[in-house]
């Protein structure tokens, strides 16, 4: 059965998302799987609107940073200011030092600033000015960025892609969510109103029990299966590494929790293929003309392909 703060967080966070109830899950299982969430969309789906709701449904510390061209990396980590009273400096810690981060329009920022974020999202801590400084727990990056099409962005590095657990899409909602959203305008009404339904330090429990999730034999070849098949197929330039491996794990066994199982079924893994992969691989079709998407349809044809236990 179900924790029932896992259902009390999902309504609380649903009362002013009208959007697709599964990006509420899918964010959910970022969050039990200590990962980070990369939301890619156009703008005005409700992207910003679901990070915010998740960060105050949790009693935790939580910062936003809007991240624009001129945005510098101290801006992101923090800076030490000459403290003339103490005739010393002192370290202002930046907006990275916070439970949950939502770093809005990501790929607007340099790949310099862009590059800030990664020790954090990596390792859980930072170095600044010859000293290295920890995270406290739970850390988690939630990122937006509009497509690459549209005016103004640079593109992620691979490195840093790989570094989101999930890279989700909230798509248009349907014609009933979105009377709704044109009624209430929860963004407007609600958001602010919300009030949290679980502590950090519940986060933190929920985290430790997914390492409890069984995994078969039969589930982690399957797996395997699914990471070899991306290094040998012919139309993708870079498979998946062990790192992507142990991401679709943890993040199968965040959805067993979430269910209310204390095991992953191969529904968890093949629901989960394309979030947790798509970004990691790279496709020739991507290398000759940018089709970004084509990495989604290869790995569909190898869901189709592999053969899952029964």
């Known amino acids: 059965m179900a924790d029932s703060r896992f259902e009390a967080l999902r309504e609380n966070i649903r009362s002013v ?17 200590r990962g980070h969430v990369l939301i890619e969309d156009v703008p005005g789906v409700g992207k910003t609107v679901l990070a915010r709701a998740l960060a105050r449904s949790i009693d935790c510390k939580f910062s936003r940073i809007q991240l624009t061209p001129d945005l510098l990396p101290s801006d992101v980590l923090g800076v030490s200011i000459f403290n003339h009273q103490t005739q ?34 990596a390792e859980q801590q930072v170095s600044v000015e010859n000293q290295t400084l920890t995270l406290e727990r739970p850390f988690m990056l939630v990122a937006t960025q509009n497509p690459f099409e549209f ?45 949290p339904v679980m502590t950090s330090k519940d986060v933190i429990e ?9 995994l078969d034999t039969s589930i982690v070849d399957y797996i395997l299966d699914l990471v070899e098949a991306t290094r040998t197929a012919e139309p993708l330039h870079l498979g998946v590494s062990p790192r992507g491996a142990l ?64």
């Open 206 to 214: 929920l985290q430790n029990h997914v390492t409890q999730v069984r």
């Open 151 to 195: 005016e103004g962005t640079y593109y992620l590095p691979e490195n840093q892609l790989d570094r989101f657990l999930l890279r989700i899409a909230l798509g248009y909602p349907d014609r009933a969510s979105e009377h709704r959203i044109l009624t209430v305008q929860p963004g407007r009404t609600r958001l602010e109103d919300l009030k």
């Open 88 to 121: 010393g400096f002192e370290f202002k810690p930046g907006p990275i030092f916070a439970n949950i981060v939502l770093a809005d329009e990501i790929n607007r920022t340099t790949p310099r600033t862009q590059s800030a974020l990664l020790e954090a999202m």
């Open 17 to 33: 998302f009208f959007g697709h109830p599964h990006a509420v899950d899918q964010l959910l299982i970022g969050l039990l799987a």
């Open 247 to 310: 991401a679709l794990t943890a993040a199968c066994q965040a959805t067993a929790l979430l269910r209310g199982r204390d095991y992953v079924l191969p529904d968890d893994v093949k629901e989960l293929v394309i979030p947790v992969f798509a970004h990691r691989v790279i496709s020739k079709t991507y290398l000759n003309n940018g089709d970004g998407q084509s990495t989604a349809r290869i790995l569909k044809n190898i869901l189709d392909q592999v053969p899952s236990p029964r």
